[in-house]
């Protein structure tokens, strides 16, 4: 069994950055992490993953290339999400999830996931 909670989320103008994190407890080994967001009256879609392997794979969703960073750090079970030159369009609330790494090249597809934290609220204004 694994329990994820996040946190970090807040209210931040556009261009601003804001950093989740989200702590595990119980084993996350052989698992892909990931980030969800869902915003209101929209489908959850994947921002980021990455994987157990010691290189540390990761994937992002197009929309946050080059402005978003997944890390983890193995010692302390925690993942993090580094968010920079937020957008109003990334208002969302963004969920941390673990799941299979077998299924790390279908990240995206959140029905491979099989634990999910409560969810944090991320709010971008101009």
């Known amino acids: 069994q694994v329990h994820l909670v996040e946190s970090g989320g807040g209210s931040v103008q556009a261009g601003g950055s804001l950093t989740l994190s989200c702590v595990a407890s119980?084993?996350?080994?052989?698992?892909?992490l990931a980030w969800f967001r869902q915003a209101p009256g929209k489908e959850r879609e994947g921002v980021a993953a990455i994987d157990s392997d010691s290189v540390a794979r990761t994937r992002y969703a197009e929309s946050v290339k080059g402005r978003f960073t997944i890390t983890k750090d193995n010692a302390l079970n925690t993942l993090t999400l580094q968010m920079n030159f937020l957008k109003l369009e990334d208002s969302a609330m963004y969920y941390c999830a673990a799941g299979p790494d077998s299924y790390f090249n279908r990240w995206a597809a959140e029905e491979w996931y099989r634990y999910w934290g409560q969810g944090t609220q991320v709010t971008v204004s101009s």
């Open positions: 119980g084993s996350t080994h052989r698992s892909c």
